[in-house]
């Protein structure tokens, strides 16, 4: 099993662009959660899903966030408009499995 | 009150010694309890579950205290490897991965040569 796949592994974009992030979780497993980590606030919880249906998404920042999961293998997390405050490792992990993040920086 | 609570180190320990922290977690109705570890630029990666009656695996000890709301972890024996990130992780309910986890910010451990 390839475990979690993210992507981008590194994404670097302007203030004001659109931001999607990709994940694939590991195949049988019924709950994906997207989770963000900063210096400053550590690992926190945006969103999870169970069977593909957002379960609690009161982690989420804000309206500029959103996340979808169209399908038990994949999982979008978009940020628009993008702002430098939202420069974080989004780490995508389904059950207790991580995927290696992806790295945001926006500037 | 953050939820889950960890002194973040850096905890500077000679190789062969034997090493303890802690955490302790504000909501008394969680249920599941884990200890990771991260190492630098790498993703969290699930070191040992965590139970009422205390687990074992290799040279970690795992403590759970659910009166006082405090889990610990022990190390003996450590290893130049061991040097990472251990992070104090709950969640509210038992089982399989179904809900969210809460993570501490970590306790920052290096072993020394």
């Known amino acids: 099993d390839a475990g979690v796949i993210q992507s981008p592994r590194h994404e670097v974009t302007e203030m004001g662009q659109e931001v999607t992030l990709r994940c694939k979780p590991i195949?049988?497993?019924?709950?994906l959660f997207w989770y963000r980590q900063t210096m400053m606030r550590g690992l926190e919880l945006l969103i999870y899903?169970?069977?593909?249906?957002?379960?609690?998404d009161s982690g989420m920042p804000e309206d500029r966030f959103s996340a979808k999961m169209p399908n038990a293998s994949f999982s979008t997390l978009k940020i628009q408009p993008s702002e430098p405050r939202d420069s974080a490792v989004y780490f995508c992990?389904?059950?207790?499995?991580f995927g290696s993040g992806t790295r945001l920086t926006v500037v | 009150r953050k939820e889950v609570e960890q002194d973040p180190g850096p905890f500077n320990v000679p190789e062969g010694a034997t090493v303890a922290f802690n955490c302790t977690y504000s909501n008394s109705a969680s249920q599941s309890f884990f200890w990771y570890r991260q190492d630098c630029r790498k993703e969290p990666k699930l070191l040992m579950s965590v139970y009422s009656s205390g687990n074992e695996d290799g040279r970690f000890t795992a403590q759970l205290n659910r009166a006082s709301q405090y889990i610990s972890l022990l190390i003996r024996d450590s290893k130049l490897s061991d040097s990472a990130t251990y992070l104090c992780?709950?969640?509210?309910?038992?089982?399989?991965?179904?809900?969210?986890?809460?993570f501490g910010k970590g306790t920052h451990l290096i072993i020394q040569p």
């Open positions: 899903f169970n069977n593909n249906v957002p379960i609690d």
């Open positions: 992780v709950v969640a509210l309910r038992s089982g399989g991965g179904a809900d969210g986890l809460t």
């Open positions: 992990a389904s059950r207790r499995d």
């Open positions: 195949s049988g497993h019924n709950s």
